[in-house]
């Protein structure tokens, strides 16, 4: 059985990580959707709020398993026993980051391989950073999210 992890911060999990993560599924038998602690970052949503978004959005999907981690994305990968990693580019600004991430994981593991997966253009503009700013606005998210994080979100903010 062939296994991949797609990392990330996943806040909130949008259309564009759901249409990576799928991408993934037609070609491994199993997907760990990994949600990063990163506190390096300030994330909008928590960390187990992340986690739970990151599970509705998948929830349909049998061969993907959400599973939450705060080490070294290699180290994550090692306790899996994966050495594949999918990561999402959108543009070419996001290939010059990956690169760098992909040759410090590599430089790490030997045999950590990273893959790369372009979202269908319909869902090329979507980001976390974009998600969030409509929300910080009231806008609506509906279309940039999956349905059910859609629905989780619009419930906490209306409580």
């Not at 599973?67 to 543009?91: C, E, H, M, P, Y």
């Not at 997966?117 to 806008?139: E, T, W």
């Amino acid at each position: 059985m062939k296994s991949c992890i797609y990392p990330g911060t996943f806040d909130p999990i949008t259309n564009g990580h759901l249409d990576v993560i799928r991408r993934a599924c037609n070609v491994f038998d199993r997907v760990i959707v990994a949600v990063a602690l990163n506190e390096s970052k300030t994330p909008y949503f928590d960390y187990h709020k992340r986690i739970e978004l990151a599970k509705l959005a998948t929830k349909d999907l049998l061969s993907v398993e959400v599973i939450g981690f705060d080490n070294l994305l290699v180290d994550f990968a090692k306790s899996q026993n994966i050495n594949t990693v999918v990561r999402g580019l959108r543009a070419v600004s996001d290939f010059e980051y990956e690169l760098q991430i992909g040759y410090a994981n590599a430089s790490l593991w030997s045999e950590f391989e990273t893959i790369y997966f372009m979202p269908s253009l319909k869902n090329a503009f979507i980001s976390s950073s974009i998600v969030r700013s409509v929300l910080r606005h009231d806008g609506d998210i509906s279309l940039l999210v999956p349905e059910q994080v859609y629905k989780k979100i619009k419930e906490e903010y209306a409580n």
